[in-house]
């Protein structure tokens, strides 16, 4: 977000949508496809400027808190914000069905945002104007419906500054200045996750990602979203990518392999079988303490698990990993009693 006494950025949530969109725009549908972003109040445009203050993590911060310091903007006031200005979505992007849950960045002045078809685009955040567009379409195969994408992830290093998006299966890398592809990552770019993930996926087993992943030093770690069932799922297990090359530097199997922790809470085979416990709304870091907090959904079949007897370590569960190089589960210390 960025707090100067002339502008302040917000999530489109604040206005009334439907009233909005009768003034400015016939087409509800396209109107939402819109990032009305900015809002000023009268008493806003005459005060003197402050510091700036941006929102680089998608929740917030490393520790995910969803809190801003700013204060501007409180119940007193907000009868008084009025738009400043709207970014439209492309004209053919009002054909998918999609929804637009993206929560937008702001770092150093810039906006980051995921739209329709999964477009994203850079924003200067005090006049809305297009700084870039990167469309997906042009870099890769698509699967049939864009998807959801709930925003990007920010990474920098000195001049090297990157943009994470993950785009349906796929976590591609993009120059944060230009909006162009990297292709020294990954595989041309991109990430696949449905390969590197200890698994064979024989039968039509998906695994996307709609929630931005976190950074921890040089990693970017990941949590996927899957199949719930009854048909077969990939599991959710959760991995780290180096941030310069895309290359896996560990995995956390949610659905434990032999011979590690909580292998014995499932039956034998569910290992190679079973889908799901995965982490599908986002984790949170603890950078001085090198840990990676997840919390896991259900198994699959979400509503039966007469196949899959047992306690089912690591699904349905709130935990933390080493997050630097092992990805390895560290135990909470007991409550007292």
């Avoid at 950074?215 to 599991?235: F, H, W």
Wanted: one cysteine or more; hydrophobic letters at 35%.
């Amino acid at each position: 977000m960025t707090n100067d006494r002339s502008t302040f950025v917000v999530i489109s949530s604040l206005l009334d949508l439907d009233d909005l969109a009768m003034k400015n725009d016939p087409s509800r549908r396209q109107f939402l496809g819109s990032i009305a972003a900015v809002l000023l109040s009268e008493e806003m445009r005459a005060a003197t400027t402050v510091a700036s203050v941006g929102w680089t993590v998608y929740g917030g911060d490393q520790e995910a808190t969803h809190y801003s310091p700013l204060t501007q903007i409180n119940r007193d006031k907000v009868s008084g914000l009025r738009p400043a200005w709207i970014h439209e979505a492309l004209p053919d992007a009002g054909r998918y069905r999609g929804s637009v849950e993206c929560t937008p960045l702001v770092v150093d002045g810039v906006m980051y945002i995921v739209g329709a078809a999964l477009i994203v685009q850079a924003l200067d955040a005090a006049t809305g104007k297009l700084l870039w567009t990167h469309s997906p379409v042009s870099n890769g195969p698509q699967r049939r419906g864009a998807g959801t994408s709930r925003g990007v992830t920010y990474w920098k290093d000195g001049a090297r500054e990157r943009i994470f998006a993950p785009v349906q299966n796929r976590i591609l890398c993009l120059n944060a200045k230009t909006g162009k592809i990297v292709e020294t990552f990954g595989d041309n770019g991109a990430i696949n996750l449905e390969q590197d993930v200890d698994r064979n996926l024989t039968h039509g087993e998906t695994i996307v990602s709609t929630t931005p992943g976190g950074i921890y030093q040089d990693l970017l770690i990941v949590s996927t979203r899957d199949e719930e069932g009854p048909r077969p799922a990939a599991p959710g297990h959760i991995r780290a990518y180096d941030v310069l090359t895309g290359k896996r530097r560990w995995i956390f199997h949610t659905i434990p392999h032999p011979g590690e922790f909580g292998f014995d809470t499932w039956s034998p085979e569910s290992w190679k079988t079973t889908g799901g416990a995965n982490c599908w709304g986002g984790l949170s870091i603890d950078e001085k303490g090198g840990l990676v907090f997840v919390s896991t959904g259900s198994a699959t079949f979400d509503f039966y698990g007469g196949n899959r007897a047992g306690a089912h370590l690591f699904a349905n569960f709130g935990h933390r990993s080493e997050s630097r190089d092992r990805g390895t589960r560290v135990a909470l210390p007991d409550r007292p009693s």
